[in-house]
Protein backbone atom coordinates (compact mmCIF):
# COMPACT_ATOMS: atom_id res chain seq x y z
CA UNK A 1 0.00 0.00 0.00
CA UNK A 2 1.46 3.41 -0.81
CA UNK A 3 0.55 6.73 0.33
CA UNK A 4 0.17 9.48 -1.77
CA UNK A 5 -0.56 13.52 -1.05
CA UNK A 6 -1.68 15.50 -3.96
CA UNK A 7 -1.71 18.69 -2.63
CA UNK A 8 -0.20 22.54 -2.07
CA UNK A 9 3.40 22.97 -1.52
CA UNK A 10 3.50 27.13 -0.35
CA UNK A 11 6.24 29.47 0.69
CA UNK A 12 5.03 30.82 3.72
CA UNK A 13 5.55 34.69 4.52
CA UNK A 14 4.77 34.59 8.07
CA UNK A 15 3.79 38.46 9.44
CA UNK A 16 3.81 39.28 13.81
CA UNK A 17 1.28 41.57 13.74
CA UNK A 18 -0.10 43.15 16.59
CA UNK A 19 -3.65 42.40 15.36
CA UNK A 20 -5.33 41.21 12.04
CA UNK A 21 -5.25 44.33 9.38
CA UNK A 22 -8.43 46.19 9.30
CA UNK A 23 -9.87 47.07 5.86
CA UNK A 24 -8.04 50.52 5.07
CA UNK A 25 -5.51 50.06 8.16
CA UNK A 26 -1.72 50.05 7.17
CA UNK A 27 0.08 48.13 10.22
CA UNK A 28 3.81 47.82 10.78
CA UNK A 29 5.08 43.71 11.52
CA UNK A 30 7.45 43.12 14.41
CA UNK A 31 8.89 39.83 12.16
CA UNK A 32 8.93 38.68 8.88
CA UNK A 33 9.27 34.46 8.40
CA UNK A 34 10.15 32.96 5.34
CA UNK A 35 9.13 29.25 5.85
CA UNK A 36 7.67 26.12 4.55
CA UNK A 37 4.46 25.20 4.32
CA UNK A 38 0.83 24.33 1.80
CA UNK A 39 -1.57 22.08 3.32
CA UNK A 40 -0.26 19.44 0.82
CA UNK A 41 3.07 19.45 1.74
CA UNK A 42 2.72 19.67 5.39
CA UNK A 43 0.76 16.14 5.37
CA UNK A 44 3.16 14.85 3.37
CA UNK A 45 5.95 16.03 6.20
CA UNK A 46 3.54 15.23 9.01
CA UNK A 47 3.00 11.34 7.57
CA UNK A 48 6.98 11.07 6.91
CA UNK A 49 7.65 12.23 10.17
CA UNK A 50 5.67 10.12 11.85
CA UNK A 51 7.76 6.99 10.28
CA UNK A 52 5.63 5.97 6.65
CA UNK A 53 6.87 5.82 3.38
CA UNK A 54 4.88 8.94 1.22
CA UNK A 55 4.89 10.22 -2.14
CA UNK A 56 4.07 13.87 -2.64
CA UNK A 57 2.70 15.20 -6.24
CA UNK A 58 1.72 19.21 -6.74
CA UNK A 59 3.85 21.77 -8.63
CA UNK A 60 6.73 24.68 -7.88
CA UNK A 61 8.43 27.02 -9.29
CA UNK A 62 12.41 26.98 -8.97
CA UNK A 63 11.84 29.66 -5.86
CA UNK A 64 10.38 26.55 -3.95
CA UNK A 65 13.02 24.42 -4.67
CA UNK A 66 13.91 24.98 -0.97
CA UNK A 67 10.54 23.26 -0.45
CA UNK A 68 11.81 19.67 -2.07
CA UNK A 69 14.93 19.85 -0.23
CA UNK A 70 13.10 19.94 3.07
CA UNK A 71 10.36 17.54 2.00
CA UNK A 72 12.91 14.82 0.69
CA UNK A 73 15.43 15.44 4.33
CA UNK A 74 11.80 14.27 5.95
CA UNK A 75 11.90 10.95 3.92
CA UNK A 76 9.13 12.49 1.27
CA UNK A 77 9.99 10.88 -1.80
CA UNK A 78 9.10 14.18 -4.54
CA UNK A 79 10.00 12.38 -7.96
CA UNK A 80 5.97 13.75 -8.84
CA UNK A 81 6.39 16.88 -8.05
CA UNK A 82 6.83 19.16 -11.51
CA UNK A 83 8.73 21.94 -11.57
CA UNK A 84 7.79 24.90 -13.53
CA UNK A 85 8.55 28.38 -14.85
CA UNK A 86 6.77 30.38 -12.72
CA UNK A 87 6.65 31.06 -9.07
CA UNK A 88 5.40 28.54 -6.32
CA UNK A 89 2.41 29.21 -4.29
CA UNK A 90 2.41 31.18 -1.41
CA UNK A 91 0.74 32.12 1.76
CA UNK A 92 0.62 35.63 3.14
CA UNK A 93 0.26 34.79 6.98
CA UNK A 94 -0.70 37.37 9.49
CA UNK A 95 0.19 35.74 12.89
CA UNK A 96 -1.55 37.78 15.88
CA UNK A 97 -0.62 38.83 19.64
CA UNK A 98 -3.14 36.02 20.36
CA UNK A 99 -1.17 33.56 17.98
CA UNK A 100 -4.70 33.67 16.03
CA UNK A 101 -3.64 33.62 12.18
CA UNK A 102 -5.36 35.22 8.95
CA UNK A 103 -3.87 33.83 5.57
CA UNK A 104 -4.09 35.31 2.43
CA UNK A 105 -2.92 32.65 -0.75
CA UNK A 106 -1.51 33.16 -4.08
CA UNK A 107 -1.90 29.71 -6.17
CA UNK A 108 0.93 29.93 -8.33
CA UNK A 109 2.00 26.22 -9.19
CA UNK A 110 -0.94 25.17 -7.40
CA UNK A 111 -2.97 26.35 -9.96
CA UNK A 112 -1.26 25.45 -12.58
CA UNK A 113 -1.46 21.55 -12.50
CA UNK A 114 -2.94 20.01 -15.67
CA UNK A 115 -4.75 17.33 -16.38
CA UNK A 116 -2.06 15.67 -17.82
CA UNK A 117 -0.21 15.68 -15.26
CA UNK A 118 -2.57 14.38 -12.76
CA UNK A 119 -3.38 11.19 -15.33
CA UNK A 120 0.78 10.14 -15.20
CA UNK A 121 1.08 10.73 -11.49
CA UNK A 122 -1.92 8.84 -10.54
CA UNK A 123 -1.21 6.01 -13.05
CA UNK A 124 2.22 5.13 -10.84
CA UNK A 125 -0.89 3.86 -8.32
CA UNK A 126 -3.06 0.79 -7.77
CA UNK A 127 -6.04 -0.03 -6.65
CA UNK A 128 -5.80 0.10 -2.42
CA UNK A 129 -2.96 3.13 -2.84
CA UNK A 130 -4.28 5.41 -0.10
CA UNK A 131 -4.40 9.43 -1.92
CA UNK A 132 -4.70 12.60 0.60
CA UNK A 133 -6.07 15.80 -0.84
CA UNK A 134 -7.25 19.21 0.42
CA UNK A 135 -8.76 22.05 -1.51
CA UNK A 136 -5.39 24.04 -2.27
CA UNK A 137 -5.31 23.31 -5.80
CA UNK A 138 -7.26 23.06 -8.83
CA UNK A 139 -8.83 20.05 -10.25
CA UNK A 140 -9.59 18.30 -7.20
CA UNK A 141 -12.16 16.79 -8.51
CA UNK A 142 -10.76 15.25 -11.28
CA UNK A 143 -8.39 13.94 -9.14
CA UNK A 144 -10.99 12.18 -7.26
CA UNK A 145 -12.56 10.63 -9.93
CA UNK A 146 -9.60 9.40 -11.48
CA UNK A 147 -8.39 7.94 -8.57
CA UNK A 148 -11.62 6.77 -7.80
CA UNK A 149 -11.42 4.57 -10.93
CA UNK A 150 -8.07 3.62 -10.27
CA UNK A 151 -9.51 2.18 -6.83
CA UNK A 152 -7.39 4.13 -4.64
CA UNK A 153 -8.81 4.89 -1.43
CA UNK A 154 -9.63 8.76 -1.05
CA UNK A 155 -9.00 11.21 1.93
CA UNK A 156 -10.26 14.68 1.73
CA UNK A 157 -9.50 17.63 4.04
CA UNK A 158 -11.91 19.86 2.04
CA UNK A 159 -9.62 23.33 3.68
CA UNK A 160 -9.93 25.77 3.03
CA UNK A 161 -13.66 25.66 2.86
CA UNK A 162 -14.80 27.42 0.10
CA UNK A 163 -17.56 27.35 -2.40
CA UNK A 164 -15.99 24.63 -4.58
CA UNK A 165 -16.14 22.19 -1.85
CA UNK A 166 -19.45 21.39 -2.63
CA UNK A 167 -18.97 20.31 -6.44
CA UNK A 168 -16.76 17.96 -5.01
CA UNK A 169 -17.83 14.38 -5.30
CA UNK A 170 -18.31 14.40 -1.91
CA UNK A 171 -19.65 10.39 -1.88
CA UNK A 172 -16.10 9.43 -3.36
CA UNK A 173 -13.97 10.31 -0.16
CA UNK A 174 -13.51 7.32 2.34
CA UNK A 175 -11.98 9.38 4.90
CA UNK A 176 -12.88 13.19 6.00
CA UNK A 177 -10.78 15.18 8.08
CA UNK A 178 -12.76 18.40 9.14
CA UNK A 179 -12.44 21.11 11.76
CA UNK A 180 -15.49 22.49 13.37
CA UNK A 181 -15.87 25.22 11.00
CA UNK A 182 -15.79 22.50 7.58
CA UNK A 183 -18.02 20.35 9.54
CA UNK A 184 -21.06 22.30 10.37
CA UNK A 185 -20.75 23.59 6.71
CA UNK A 186 -20.74 20.37 4.98
CA UNK A 187 -23.88 19.31 7.33
CA UNK A 188 -25.05 22.52 6.12
CA UNK A 189 -25.94 22.81 10.28
CA UNK A 190 -25.08 26.59 11.91
CA UNK A 191 -21.81 26.34 13.23
CA UNK A 192 -22.79 26.96 16.69
CA UNK A 193 -24.52 23.43 16.63
CA UNK A 194 -23.07 21.00 19.73
CA UNK A 195 -20.02 19.01 17.53
CA UNK A 196 -21.17 15.43 18.24
CA UNK A 197 -24.31 16.26 16.25
CA UNK A 198 -22.44 17.52 13.60
CA UNK A 199 -20.38 14.38 13.56
CA UNK A 200 -23.87 12.44 13.86
CA UNK A 201 -25.10 14.21 10.82
CA UNK A 202 -21.93 13.58 8.68
CA UNK A 203 -21.89 10.05 9.92
CA UNK A 204 -25.23 9.58 8.32
CA UNK A 205 -24.75 11.89 5.12
CA UNK A 206 -21.22 9.59 4.34
CA UNK A 207 -22.05 6.45 5.54
CA UNK A 208 -19.11 5.12 3.93
CA UNK A 209 -16.74 7.81 4.66
CA UNK A 210 -14.75 7.79 8.46
CA UNK A 211 -15.29 10.58 9.52
CA UNK A 212 -12.30 12.87 11.89
CA UNK A 213 -13.18 16.22 13.08
CA UNK A 214 -10.92 17.92 14.90
CA UNK A 215 -12.07 21.35 17.44
CA UNK A 216 -8.96 22.79 18.26
CA UNK A 217 -8.47 23.01 22.49
CA UNK A 218 -11.58 20.93 22.31
CA UNK A 219 -10.13 18.18 21.20
CA UNK A 220 -10.70 15.70 18.43
CA UNK A 221 -14.15 13.31 17.07
CA UNK A 222 -13.65 10.10 15.29
CA UNK A 223 -17.27 8.54 13.71
CA UNK A 224 -17.91 5.65 11.34
CA UNK A 225 -20.86 3.17 11.32
CA UNK A 226 -21.36 2.30 14.89
CA UNK A 227 -17.71 3.43 16.07
CA UNK A 228 -17.21 6.56 17.79
CA UNK A 229 -13.79 7.65 19.07
CA UNK A 230 -12.87 10.70 20.94
CA UNK A 231 -9.39 12.61 21.97
CA UNK A 232 -8.19 15.59 23.86
CA UNK A 233 -5.25 17.71 22.96
CA UNK A 234 -2.57 18.74 25.34
CA UNK A 235 -2.01 21.72 27.11
CA UNK A 236 1.07 23.13 26.01
CA UNK A 237 1.49 27.34 25.26
CA UNK A 238 0.58 28.39 21.72
CA UNK A 239 3.29 29.95 19.56
CA UNK A 240 1.71 29.77 15.91
CA UNK A 241 -1.76 27.61 15.10
CA UNK A 242 -0.32 27.35 11.39
CA UNK A 243 0.17 23.40 10.46
CA UNK A 244 -1.67 22.17 13.23
CA UNK A 245 -4.68 20.47 11.36
CA UNK A 246 -2.64 19.20 8.61
CA UNK A 247 -0.22 17.96 11.84
CA UNK A 248 -3.03 16.27 13.12
CA UNK A 249 -4.00 14.09 9.69
CA UNK A 250 -0.91 13.12 8.89
CA UNK A 251 -0.19 11.48 12.54
CA UNK A 252 -3.45 10.16 12.40
CA UNK A 253 -3.28 8.69 8.91
CA UNK A 254 -0.19 7.33 10.21
CA UNK A 255 -1.16 5.81 13.28
CA UNK A 256 -3.99 4.13 11.26
CA UNK A 257 -1.63 2.31 8.48
CA UNK A 258 0.25 0.62 11.52
CA UNK A 259 -2.94 -0.66 12.95
CA UNK A 260 -3.25 1.45 16.16
CA UNK A 261 -7.10 1.80 17.56
CA UNK A 262 -9.09 4.84 16.81
CA UNK A 263 -8.80 6.29 20.15
CA UNK A 264 -4.77 5.73 20.46
CA UNK A 265 -4.33 7.42 16.71
CA UNK A 266 -6.82 10.12 18.20
CA UNK A 267 -4.12 10.65 21.25
CA UNK A 268 -1.47 10.32 18.82
CA UNK A 269 -2.45 12.96 16.36
CA UNK A 270 -3.91 15.42 19.12
CA UNK A 271 -0.40 15.19 20.70
CA UNK A 272 1.16 15.55 17.63
CA UNK A 273 -0.99 18.81 16.77
CA UNK A 274 -0.17 19.89 20.33
CA UNK A 275 3.28 20.17 19.58
CA UNK A 276 3.04 21.46 16.46
CA UNK A 277 1.20 25.15 18.02
CA UNK A 278 3.86 25.34 20.86
CA UNK A 279 6.78 26.06 17.75
CA UNK A 280 6.59 28.67 15.44
CA UNK A 281 5.95 27.91 11.38
CA UNK A 282 3.94 25.06 9.71
CA UNK A 283 6.17 22.42 8.25
CA UNK A 284 8.92 22.88 10.26
CA UNK A 285 7.14 22.71 13.81
CA UNK A 286 5.96 19.09 13.03
CA UNK A 287 7.41 17.06 15.50
CA UNK A 288 9.20 13.80 14.99
CA UNK A 289 7.66 10.59 15.87
CA UNK A 290 9.87 9.76 18.65
CA UNK A 291 8.91 13.23 20.69
CA UNK A 292 5.16 11.84 19.94
CA UNK A 293 5.41 8.58 21.06
CA UNK A 294 8.29 7.57 23.27
CA UNK A 295 12.18 8.18 22.55
CA UNK A 296 12.95 5.09 20.54
CA UNK A 297 9.10 4.08 19.92
CA UNK A 298 9.10 2.53 16.56
CA UNK A 299 5.89 3.33 14.70
CA UNK A 300 6.47 0.04 12.22
CA UNK A 301 6.39 -2.40 15.40
CA UNK A 302 3.45 -1.18 16.56
CA UNK A 303 0.36 -3.62 16.56
CA UNK A 304 -2.95 -1.98 17.89
O1 LIG B 1 -2.57 24.54 6.80
C1 LIG B 1 -1.53 25.47 6.92
C2 LIG B 1 -1.09 25.96 5.58
O2 LIG B 1 -2.15 26.67 4.99
C3 LIG B 1 0.06 26.92 5.61
O3 LIG B 1 1.31 26.29 5.60
C4 LIG B 1 -0.19 27.79 4.40
O4 LIG B 1 0.67 27.51 3.35
C5 LIG B 1 -1.64 27.56 4.04
O5 LIG B 1 -1.73 26.94 2.86
Redesign the pocket.
Known sequence: MKILVFG?L?I?LVFSVDHIVLPGETIGSASLMKSA???GA?QAAALAKAGLPVYMAGKIGRDGEFLLELLRSYGVNTDKVAVYEGATGQ?L?QLDKNKQNA?V?YGGGNSAITPEEIHTTIDSFSAGDLIVLQN?IVHVREIMEYAKKRGLRICLNPSPCNEKIKDLPLDMADMFFVNEIEAASLADMSPDTDIPRVLENLVKRFPHAEIILTAGKDGAWYGFEGTRGKGEIIDLPVADT??A??TFTGYFIAAREKNMSVNDALAVACKASSIAVSRKG?MESIPLADEVFFPGFDINAHKG
Open positions: ANDGGKNAIILETGGDA
